[in-house]
């Protein structure tokens, strides 16, 4: 699950920024990763989670971690748990 990836994720990253469309059925996976893990990786995290949402945009996660350094995945066109294994993977 997420929540026992957070402890390697905390130690590094920054910041996970998720962006995307609301009503674009390619950001669909996104809305859906947010709506389902969004409370709890607030609560067991102290790497903050900004949820940025713009009309048109392609769906994308953004993990910044120190020095600079960001990394940028597309998200268009995935579920909820291909969602999660980018994310995962950062």
Do not use: H, W
Not at 77 to 86: D, F, H, I, P, Y
Request: aromatic share 6%.
């Amino acid at each position: 699950t997420l929540i026992s990836s957070l402890g390697k994720m905390s130690k590094v990253l920054r910041e996970l920024r998720v962006i995307m469309c609301q009503t674009s059925p390619a950001s669909q996976g996104a809305r859906d990763f947010i709506s389902k893990n969004f409370a709890s990786f607030t609560e067991a995290s102290t790497v903050p989670l900004l949820v940025r949402e713009c009309s048109g945009v392609p769906a994308r996660v953004l993990a910044r971690y120190g020095f600079g350094r960001e990394v940028t995945v597309p998200l268009d066109g995935l579920s909820a748990t291909e969602v999660m294994a980018k994310v995962k993977a950062l």
